[in-house]
């Protein structure tokens, strides 16, 4: 006796489950890779650039760099948002600036994603126009970065910086220096000495490192001159600049041709640098970090 089973609809059934579960696994493979890459894409580097007036930025934004979508940010702490980063940078809040109205965060942050296209760059902006390393050179209520004085920026700086961190789930990368005009000033003027200008900013190092991470890079843009007055005061901070970084393995002198600003056309006024020579700045900073790696 011949038993005849009818299989032909049932094995095409099973050929079209297979069919739609391999596509399926197919799809949520592509989808997974997508999702990395994705993640990894937006894998955050974060900067805190600090210190005085051109650390604030007295530029051109119209002259700023334009920072690719998504790739760069800002962190605002009154908001504790992210926002896209463009010039004015920065935001009136802690006793810091906003910018007047260019600065070197953009050319920085654009050159660092050129770099690395696999990341993105959040900046803490945390700066005020004719503040003081050490404590003799401050001036009124334009701040300090001293652990006295009438009005006092570190705290306000570490606290933005952890507040940035806790946002972006990332520590931070390094600091950005640009100071030392007001104590170069002071120094001239007779009020503070070379070796205390370097203490201050030795110490000062020492402070950031023991709030934000006993191995923080710190970076220093070396101070320019002011136009017309006497280059001794800029030329003493500039060289207790280099002798700090020479010191300490974790500090550079990443940035030195300030001093030579003025010849290139490129001072805003007397003491602040406009916005080619801020570009300038960011995209060579940038460079030099990138060589490091």
């Known amino acids: 006796m011949m038993i005849w089973v009818e299989g032909g609809s049932a094995n095409r059934g099973a050929f079209r489950f297979n069919r739609v579960a391999s596509l399926f696994a ?9 999702m990395n890459a994705k993640t990894f894409a937006q894998e955050k580097t974060l900067w805190l650039i600090a210190g005085q007036s051109n650390a604030v930025g007295q530029g051109d934004s119209t002259l700023s760099p334009k920072c690719e979508n998504d790739t760069a940010w800002e962190y605002a ?9 463009a010039d004015p940078a920065g935001v009136k809040e802690l006793n810091f600036e906003r910018a007047n109205n260019g600065s070197l965060a953009p050319a920085f942050a654009s050159r660092m994603v050129a770099r690395q296209p696999s990341s993105s760059v959040v900046i803490v902006s945390a700066a005020r126009g004719g503040a003081s390393c050490h404590q003799k050179a401050e001036l009124n209520n334009y701040g300090t970065w001293d652990t006295r004085g009438n009005l006092m920026l570190f705290e306000d700086a570490i606290t933005k910086v952890k507040a940035a961190e806790k946002k972006t789930a990332v520590t931070l990368s390094g600091i950005l220096w640009l100071q030392g005009e007001r104590d170069a000033n002071a120094i001239n003027d007779g009020k503070l000495t ?20 006993k191995d923080v890079p710190f970076y220093i843009v070396q ?3 002011f136009k017309d007055h006497p280059h001794e005061g800029f030329d003493a901070v500039r060289r207790a600049q280099q002798n700090v970084a020479d010191k300490d393995k974790f500090t550079n002198v990443i940035y030195t041709e300030t001093n030579r600003f003025e010849a290139k056309g490129w001072m805003k006024d007397q003491i602040h640098y406009n ?4 570009n300038h700045i960011g995209a060579a900073v940038a460079d030099a970090l990138s060589n490091f790696k």
């Open 26 to 34: 197919c799809c949520l493979f592509v989808s997974t890779l997508l």
């Open 223 to 225: 101070t320019g001159y």
């Open 194 to 213: 070379p070796l205390e200008y370097e203490a201050a900013l030795t110490t000062l190092i020492a402070r950031f490192r023991k709030a934000l991470g």
């Open 77 to 85: 702490f009154t908001s504790d948002a992210l926002r896209p980063l």
């Open 275 to 278: 916005q080619i020579g801020l």
